[in-house]
């Protein structure tokens, strides 16, 4: 069974830069993402990415600020963010799953999930 164990995270000011890690065990599965969810709101793909790292996907909101990386030597992967913005204050989770291409962007197809960290930033 894989498990997921997330680090990182905090508060920090605007324009700054923040690394959250992902330590996988217990397999491998094909897709590695990050999910953030704000109260009351929906969780949201942040980045995806296949296991090889040859595919990755960045949303829109953080194309360009954010990037999705794997370090198979170390097995965990990781999420570089920068220049946050308030609007990217929410908690955070890595997951992993085996979904099918098209479905990659959907949480409900992620089998492992990490428990969660909070990144605020304030303006």
């Known amino acids: 069974q894989v498990q997921l164990v997330e680090s990182g995270g905090g508060l920090v000011q605007a324009g700054d830069s923040l690394r959250l890690s992902c330590a996988t065990s217990g397999g491998t599965m094909r897709w590695l993402a990050w999910f953030r969810q704000a109260p009351g709101k929906e969780r949201q793909v942040v980045a995806a990415?296949?296991?090889?790292?040859?595919?990755?996907y960045h949303a829109d909101a953080v194309k360009g600020r954010f990037s999705i990386s794997i370090d198979n030597t170390k097995q965990q992967f990781s999420l570089e963010m920068n220049n946050l913005k308030p609007q990217d204050t929410c908690t955070y989770f890595c997951?992993?799953?085996?979904?099918?291409?098209?479905?990659?962007?959907?949480?409900?197809?992620?089998?492992?999930w990490g428990q969660g960290t909070q990144v605020t930033v304030s303006s």
């Open positions: 990415m296949g296991w090889t790292g040859t595919t990755r």
């Open positions: 997951a992993a799953g085996n979904p099918i291409t098209s479905a990659v962007l959907d949480p409900a197809v992620y089998r492992a």
